[in-house]
T-cell receptor, first 114, second 116 residues
Framework: AQSVTQLDSQVPVFEEAPVELRCNYS??????LFWYVQYPNQGLQLLLK??????LVKSINGFEAEFNKSQTSFHLRKPSVHISDTAEYFC????????????FGTGTQLKVEL | EAGVAQSPRYKIIEKRQSVAFWCNPI?????LYWYQQILGQGPKLLIQ????????DSQLPKDRFSAERLKGVDSTLKIQPAKLEDSAVYLC??????????????FGEGSRLTVL
């Protein structure tokens, strides 16, 4: 069975500083990888995903993540964060063999401070 | 386009009581999911429907939890009797049929249950 590890439960960072949220996965077969974001009092929203092709994927609001198969990682990065990026970020994995079942990590709370 | 609707947003009950949550997915979405999110943990899939058939309910505690999607549209998740450890946010999500490869799920705002 697949699993996802997000080692950092909370990441405080100052505005305009860079940030990296770490995600590692475990699976015996190939996977698809996702980052979801949950803003306060809202539902989860897809931020970006890796299905195939280029290992570097980007979101429309400046986040990017790189799929590293050898290190089984899919870390999320942003070179300069904004106060509005404060949210909880969840990494998720799905087996490529179908079913559309997502397995989520425990989440990382990103708190951007002035 | 309307999003996934869930109700109630908040519910407080005593242990051993029953509770029901309702979900209306995005129009046309064939697949519906119920996730349980306990504080400090990631969402855990309870049950997945494809139209009105169950695809995966392997992590649903069937002695107390039940779910149905009778007409392939909206769905109800019931807990009876509730235990203290059922305190969580219950998330409903939907996805279109045929979008298996994209993996994008559309989530509602969730129903927060507190069991006293």
């Amino acid at each position: 069975a697949q699993s996802v590890t997000q080692l950092d439960s909370q990441v405080p960072v100052f505005e305009e500083a860079p940030v990296e949220l770490r995600c590692n996965y475990s699976s015996s077969v190939s996977v698809y990888l996702f980052w979801y974001v949950q803003y306060p009092n809202q539902g989860l929203q897809l931020l970006l995903k890796y299905l195939s092709g280029s290992t570097l994927v980007k979101s429309i609001n400046g986040f990017e993540a790189e799929f590293n198969k050898s290190q089984t990682s899919f870390h999320l990065r942003k070179p300069s964060v904004h106060i509005s990026d404060t949210a909880e970020y969840f990494c998720a994995v799905r087996l490529t063999g179908g079913g559309n079942k997502l397995t989520f990590g425990t989440g990382t709370q990103l708190k951007v401070e002035l | 386009e309307a999003g996934v609707a869930q109700s109630p947003r908040y519910k407080i009950i005593e242990k051993r009581q029953s509770v029901a949550f309702w979900c209306n997915p995005i129009s046309g979405h064939a697949t519906l999911y119920w996730y349980q999110q306990i504080l400090g943990q990631g969402p855990k899939l309870l049950i997945q429907f494809q139209n009105n058939g169950v695809v995966d309910d392997s992590q649903l505690p069937k002695d107390r939890f039940s779910a149905e999607r009778l007409k392939g549209v909206d769905s109800t998740l019931k807990i009876q009797p509730a235990k203290l450890e059922d305190s969580a946010v219950y998330l409903c999500a939907s996805s279109p049929a045929g979008e298996v490869g994209t993996g994008e799920l559309f989530f509602g705002e969730g129903s927060r249950l507190t069991v006293l």
